[in-house]
């Protein structure tokens, strides 16, 4: 039985139809790079204090010193004022508050809300919900509920797309991401808000898996690997790259995801262009269906097809061939694919921790926050680059370790940086956060290259949820910077170096074949030394009874 790729080896690996099947799967996943990412202008938090109320009896002076100075550097509380109905009192008795050593007044929390600077934003959901203070837990929550949305989406969008189809759930969840993004900007509070953005985190997620799952199908296997860094990754590039732009001319968080929104709908007729994986209407026995596509494509391309694709013995093994799903318990099944499935949780899951951590950490880094977003955006270009050309020539492992090494040591220098050099530790957190992106990419490919053929999208997709998890974690870690000064960025670079050495434990499998079997798999190099003690062992324990046997017989 021959596979597909032999099947449809006279359609070529580059031509015309599959350069432009290339470009519009690439162009669709861009909406995935600016709703995704919106979260660091639509829940930035504006400059703020406590709001005095406007009908209180107090001068201009006063007003100003109602607010206390904290810190060296004197700014005014974000989160507490002094007592007003002490305040009040003073300002009867003494008109001119610089004779008075206000400091010594008893302070209070903002018991009439907040004033928010407008000087950034018209609003973001966190002016609008007074998410500071106390409630500065809500912020993070909300981008954590998105990325919960995106693990769910991640695992159960291989589950729609295997049963469903690739390209039905493709466009599918591509629909839903507008409908979820217009019915965002109506949230009438918090908790509605989170809601929403949980299914669009779902959406979203299963509308770039799908994307990538059919690609990789309808395309070579010499050209998966282009795929997968130039093709999809700098989709999501080039959205991310257009968030920051939109985002400095709309400054209200409605109108921005609005606009975001509904300019995917310019995707939807991508419907009539993009066909479904003929590989997967074969699994489910659709062989009209795979034939009609293979075909098309075959006049795409000019090429002339074979009068027939398939030969009888070959219909009738498609047709009663049954798919079985792996379980997941495979992947624990021996010490050596349990310990490399391991070690492949944590790499993702620190690496994508690092690489959402960096990217919504943007507002607290010096410069304007518009310009850095696109200078981050603007990373993943020459990153992507970087991969498929490294992958191209390097070792898989070598490659790995070496980014996230580098990575996370830049990450920590940043520590050592005096204060004032603001503009110097931006630069080296973009290029931490370039080595980051650079991480992602390679981990992709690497784990599908350790996995053998029965359990290989299994590895994968259960990877792959580790990666949402981090990205779940990764707004919290900004939170230990209210503890102390770039304690984020140490934890991340420290976490980045450990998923560094943590590599180096893993086979390699530059110029190695895909395996096929799990007797195929590579094992980790302690499980090969141990195996050869047993061997060893059990040579020397059959010698034993040999020459037991033949003393026995002698006697």
């Not at 943590?502 to 086979?507: E, G, N, Q, R, T």
């Amino acid at each position: 039985m021959r596979d597909y790729d032999e099947v449809t080896a006279f359609l070529g690996d580059w031509g015309p139809h599959q350069k432009l099947l290339f470009f519009l799967l690439s162009v669709s996943v861009i909406p995935n790079g600016f709703t995704g990412l919106s979260i660091i202008f639509v829940g930035d938090v504006p400059e703020h204090r406590c709001l005095i109320p406007e009908n209180l009896n107090l001068s201009e002076a006063w007003r100003n010193r109602t607010i206390p100075l904290q810190g060296p550097e004197q700014r005014r509380s974000k989160c507490t004022r002094y007592r007003l109905d002490v305040i009040l009192n003073l300002s009867q008795t003494f008109p001119d508050p610089d004779f008075l050593n206000v400091s010594e007044i008893e302070q209070e929390p903002c018991l009439d809300g907040w004033e928010y600077s407008k000087e950034q934003y018209i609003s973001t959901i966190v002016s609008e919900w007074d998410l500071v203070c106390n409630n500065g837990w809500k912020e993070p929550f909300a981008a954590s509920v998105y990325f919960t949305g995106v693990l769910i989406g991640s695992f159960s969008s291989g589950i729609l797309s295997d049963r469903f189809g690739r390209k039905i759930v493709m466009f599918g969840t591509m629909v839903l991401q507008v409908a979820f993004n217009v019915l965002i900007t109506f949230s009438p509070n918090l908790e509605i808000f989170c809601l929403i953005n949980f299914l669009k985190g779902f959406g979203e997620i299963s509308n770039y898996m799908s994307a990538f799952v059919l690609g990789s199908e309808l395309l070579e296997k010499s050209i998966r690997i282009a795929y997968s860094t130039l093709g999809v990754a700098m989709g999501f590039a080039l959205g991310y790259m257009i968030l920051p732009f939109v985002a400095y001319f709309i400054r209200k968080w409605q109108m921005l995801i609005l606009t975001l929104s509904l300019s995917c709908l310019v995707y939807i007729p991508l419907w009539w262009f993009i066909p479904e994986s003929p590989r997967w209407l074969l699994s489910k026995g659709r062989v009209e269906e795979a034939e009609s596509i293979i075909r098309f494509m075959a006049k795409k391309n000019g090429v002339t097809p074979p009068a027939m694709l398939f030969s009888e013995d070959e219909l009738e093994h498609i047709k009663n061939k049954k798919v079985k799903s792996v379980p997941f318990t495979q992947l624990l099944k021996t010490c050596n694919i349990r310990t490399i499935t391991i070690i492949n949780i944590l790499l993702w899951m620190i690496i994508s921790m690092g690489y959402y951590g960096l990217s919504l950490n943007i507002p607290n880094f010096h410069g304007d926050d518009y310009l850095n977003c696109f200078l981050f955006a603007a990373s993943e270009i020459p990153a992507n680059i970087a991969v498929w050309l490294l992958f191209q020539k390097f070792p898989r492992k070598f490659s790995l370790s070496v980014t996230l090494f580098l990575s996370g040591s830049i990450l920590l220098f940043i520590h050592f940086i005096p204060s004032h050099f603001l503009a110097l530790a931006t630069v080296l957190v973009l290029i931490g956060k370039l080595g980051s992106t650079c991480a992602f990419s390679m981990v992709y490919i690497y784990t599908a290259e350790l996995y053998p053929t029965p359990v290989r999208n299994t590895g994968v997709g259960v990877s792959s949820m580790a990666s949402r998890l981090g990205s779940v974690i990764s707004p919290y870690i900004l939170l230990l910077d209210d503890y102390q000064e770039n304690l984020s960025l140490i934890v991340i670079g420290m976490l980045t170096m450990f998923a560094a050495i943590a590599v180096l434990f893993l086979p390699e499998t530059f110029n190695v074949p895909l395996p096929n079997t799990m007797e195929q798999m590579q094992k980790l190099f302690w499980f090969k030394d141990r195996r050869r003690v047993h061997s060893n062992l059990s040579k020397n324990e059959t010698t034993e009874k040999s020459r037991v046997i033949v003393l026995e017989e002698a006697a």
